[in-house]
């Protein structure tokens, strides 16, 4: 393995919590109770959201969009709180892979939303190029990101792995033709994941499989 695509929320840094904390808050100002399940399914899994169950209610596409621009502050002054966001064993992984392999982070995330997390972490210095939701035509489950993402390595997809956390990432990486290795965590733990090189637990599982792909030595 030659080159590594990461994705960023649930993999590089602990986000998906906070991103479902200002959707629940803001759904339940509007008389929706969005659980866990309904999070993952919806934003996880399908990448639909949870804005059709406001649309089933009559609300206006003005409307729902000014709802996405309130949820999108909600996210931002949690980002801004100054918590630890780096995934623990992260930094160590990423250390083990310096001169090893190429590696980018391919991410739904919005680049402001983005620059949010890391203005104040040191992980971005280990990537050569970053892709955002603005540099693609169409986001995860669809093959556009890491498409965009194995046309900067500028190698052949049986030479690179995926790293995501997310039912929608896999897709997306299957999509393009790229192994990919999934890192579950406590809303994905039942999920079967098919069709992964590997599923884990942690960055040491993580460690353990990029050594049996000779990615480390």
């Not at 990448?47 to 996210?75: F, K, M, P, T, V």
Request: hydrophobic share 40%; glycine share 6%.
């Amino acid at each position: 393995m030659r080159g590594i695509l990461w994705d960023n929320d649930g993999v590089l840094v602990d986000t998906e919590g906070l991103f479902y904390e200002a959707n629940q808050e803001l759904f339940a100002e509007h008389g929706i109770d969005l659980s866990p399940q309904h999070f993952f399914d919806w934003f996880l899994c399908d990448n639909i959201g949870a804005w059709h169950l406001l649309e089933q209610r009559g609300y206006s596409d003005e409307h729902i969009h000014q709802l996405r621009i309130d949820r999108n502050h909600r996210y931002s002054k949690r980002l801004q709180s100054g918590q630890q966001l780096v995934m623990p064993g992260v930094k160590q992984v990423l250390t083990a892979l310096q001169n090893r392999a190429r590696m980018g982070i391919v991410t739904s995330s919005r680049r402001d939303h983005f620059n949010m997390i890391h203005q104040n972490l040191d992980l971005l210095p280990h990537f050569e190029f970053i892709i955002t939701e603005e540099d693609y035509p169409q986001s995860k489950p669809a093959p556009d990101p890491y498409l965009l993402g194995l046309k900067k390595l500028a190698l052949p997809a049986q030479q690179c792995i995926v790293i995501e956390d997310s039912p929608r990432g896999l897709k997306s990486a299957i999509a393009a033709g790229i192994p990919c290795i999934v890192i579950r965590n406590s809303l994905s733990r039942h999920y079967p994941f098919e069709g992964a090189l590997a599923v884990v637990d942690d960055y040491v599982e993580l460690i353990d499989v990029l050594r049996e792909q000779a990615t480390i030595a």
